[in-house]
Every structure is written in C-alpha cells, then in structure tokens.
C-alpha cells in the first residue's frame, strides 16, 4: 500500500553525476520555474536512467534541475495544476521536507509527515497535498523534478496513475524482465 503522501522508488539513480555535470558545463540558460533558478535537462540524458525511462514509456513528461538556494524555505503550497512527480535530491543536503495533514487548514500548529529524502533516489511525490520545504543548509540544494505532459485525453496525471507504474516496476525488477 502506498504511502498518502510519498513513495521511494526501489532504485538508485543511473545519472546523479550526469544531472550535476550538466548543470556544471551546460551552457543553456538557466530559467525560471515556480521561483526556482532551473535547468531544463535534456531527454537524451534523463532517459539513460532505466527507471525514468520506464515511467516516460507510460506516461511522458519533461524534466528539470531545480535549484533552492542556502538558508531558504518553499513555503506550505501545493503544486498548482501539477498533481504528481518524481522527485530526486541530486546532492546531500541539511533540507527538510513536510507534509502538512490534508484534513487540516494551515494553523499555528499543525501535523506533519516528513519525507526524508536519500540523495540519489526517486520519490513518487503526490503534489496535491500541501508541503514545504527548507535548505537550511550552506550549499544550494538540487533537486531532480519532472512535469508530466497531459494524457491523452486531455487529464492530468496523478499520484494514484503512477502507483501502477510503481507497482509494475518493482515487479518487472523481481522477476528480471526489463
Ligand atoms: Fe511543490
């Protein structure tokens, strides 16, 4: 059973290093992306990554290096229309990432589930529940981040549509027939 709110894919990153060297000697232009500085990474690279590449199969998407500066937070949101992702730390960092209960409204107090992100690992990260995020570290923080293109019909994708996905990958694995 999967997790409300996340769930880490069974898989170590094939392109950690290849991200990072990208952002390094890549030339292109860095954007903007929801207030993050980011690197829009080509699909050449991200689809050496056997994981990425079985979700792009089933349900295509962009992706981007996402960049959260020293000592700053990414205030309680959800991810406007973005309903789910997957999400990488690409380098280890002292950052923090909550989940607020969705049953709530954002109060003084209120409860929380951490996802504590293993730098190297995909997490399937359901965006339509508010969360917040904090580098208080004295490095900037990357983050790995995809955008799912609409499906065919013209939806969304969401965080139960990869739950599928997840399943099937974890089984493709066992029984060795990738
Ligand atoms: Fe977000």
Same mark, same amino acid.
Do not use: W
């Given at each position: 059973?999967?997790?409300?709110f996340f769930?880490? #894919?069974?898989?170590?990153?094939? *392109? $950690?290093?290849?991200?990072? @060297? /990208?952002?390094? !000697?890549?030339?292109?232009? $860095?954007?903007?992306? =929801?207030?993050?500085?980011?690197?829009? *990474? &080509?699909?050449?690279? /991200?689809?050496? %990554?056997s994981?990425?590449?079985?979700?792009?199969?089933?349900?295509?998407?962009?992706?981007?290096?996402?960049?959260?500066? &020293?000592?700053?937070?990414?205030?309680w949101?959800? %991810?406007?229309?973005?309903? $789910? @992702?997957? +999400?990488?730390?690409?380098? $280890?960092t002292?950052?923090?990432?909550?989940?607020m209960? &969705?049953?709530?409204?954002?109060?003084? #107090? +209120?409860?929380?589930?951490e996802?504590?992100y293993?730098?190297?690992?995909?997490?399937? /990260?359901?965006?339509?529940?508010? =969360?917040? #995020?904090?580098?208080?570290?004295?490095? &900037?923080? /990357?983050?790995?981040?995809? !955008?799912?293109?609409?499906? !065919?019909d013209?939806?969304?994708?969401?965080?139960?549509?990869? !739950?599928?996905? +997840?399943?099937?990958?974890e089984?493709?694995? #066992?029984k060795?027939?990738r």
């Open positions: 059973m999967k997790h409300d769930e880490e #894919v069974n898989h170590v990153s094939e *392109i $950690a290093d290849d991200l990072m @060297t /990208f952002f390094i !000697e890549s030339r292109q232009e $860095a954007i903007f992306y =929801h207030d993050f500085v980011a690197k829009v *990474i &080509p699909r050449k690279i /991200f689809l050496k %990554d994981f990425l590449s079985d979700m792009y199969k089933k349900y295509p998407f962009n992706a981007a290096l996402l960049i959260m500066e &020293p000592g700053t937070i990414y205030n949101h959800k %991810d406007g229309r973005r309903k $789910a @992702t997957i +999400n990488m730390v690409v380098n $280890a002292e950052s923090i990432c909550i989940f209960d &969705p049953s709530e409204e954002q109060a003084m #107090v +209120n409860h929380i589930t996802l504590r293993q730098a190297g690992s995909y997490y399937l /990260f359901n965006t339509e529940h508010r =969360h917040l #995020v904090v580098n208080q570290d004295v490095k &900037p923080r /990357f983050l790995f981040s995809v !955008e799912f293109h609409d499906k !065919e013209g939806s969304i994708v969401d965080y139960n549509d990869l !739950e599928i996905e +997840n399943e099937l990958f089984l493709s694995k #066992v060795g027939c």
